[in-house]
């Protein structure tokens, strides 16, 4: 009999032409890792994670379209700036995700996270998101605005362009999931991570100052990347992550 514990993960939804989809080096990166990846469906019938949600061992929240903004932005959240155009959205798998978040803290599932999947987590805890970071976001002091939507292979790890370091909270899962202070990062995204949620906190950073990881703050397994390790999913030190996710689900 099998030992792979089963990880749930909502695919990308790209209602305009009625697909649901999702990048192999996920499945992948889970099942090098020694986990059994279940791609759900995305639907409005409920009944249907009734059935499939106690089946699964642990949550991997994946990259995609923007989360709605509706979920999270108030005329506070950005004062003086304009409101952002229009962002590309899919509430159906927020809402599927939203399922799949609810479901692992009830039952105390481990939760991971990448990039949208570190932003979604903390919206549906309480927090709030950058727009568009090159308009919305100041550095901190010194520092330039690091380049986080970095789409050119340039023959790092497995092929992969590498954009910027993360500098890791001491003692922090996220430090002792890849036994480090500091990691060389991918990065593909143009909203992170603004007003942390309550119950999360924020153990990794970029030099410019943008949130990279956020984790539990009671020491659950939760955690949420902004970069995508599924790109080096054979390869170390990024294959850690999915190794500590499907050991906290055995």
Avoid at 32 to 60: F, S
Avoid at 151 to 157: E, F
Wanted: glycine share 8%.
């Amino acid at each position: 009999m099998s030992t792979r514990p089963i990880i749930g993960i909502a695919p990308t939804h790209l209602p305009a032409v009625g697909d649901i989809r999702l990048a192999a080096n996920y499945a992948d990166a889970v099942i090098a890792a020694g986990g059994a990846p279940l791609i759900l469906p995305l639907t409005a019938e409920t009944d249907v994670y009734d059935r499939l949600l106690p089946l699964i061992d642990g949550v991997l929240l994946t990259g995609g379209h923007d989360v709605d903004p509706a979920r999270w932005r108030s005329p506070a959240d950005a004062p003086g700036n304009p409101a952002a155009p229009a962002p590309e959205t899919t509430p159906l798998r927020d809402e599927v995700e939203y399922r799949l978040i609810a479901h692992a803290l009830a039952v105390g599932l481990p939760l991971f996270g990448i990039c949208r999947g570190l932003q979604i987590l903390n919206v549906y805890c309480g927090g709030t998101l950058y727009d568009d970071l090159p308009r919305d976001f100041s550095p901190a002091d010194g520092q330039t605005l690091c380049e986080h939507d970095a789409r050119t292979p340039a023959g790092d790890y497995d092929g992969e362009r590498l954009a910027h370091r993360v500098e890791f909270a001491p003692g922090s899962q996220l430090a002792q999931i890849f036994s480090a202070t500091e990691l060389m990062v991918n990065s593909l995204h143009h909203q992170a991570a603004r007003t942390v949620a309550p119950g999360l906190r924020a153990t990794a950073v970029a030099p410019d100052g943008v949130i990279e990881g956020l984790e539990a703050a009671d020491g659950r397994s939760i955690v949420a990347v902004q970069w995508h390790p599924e790109y080096f999913g054979a390869t170390e030190p990024m294959r850690r992550f999915f190794r500590a996710l499907v050991e906290a689900a055995r």
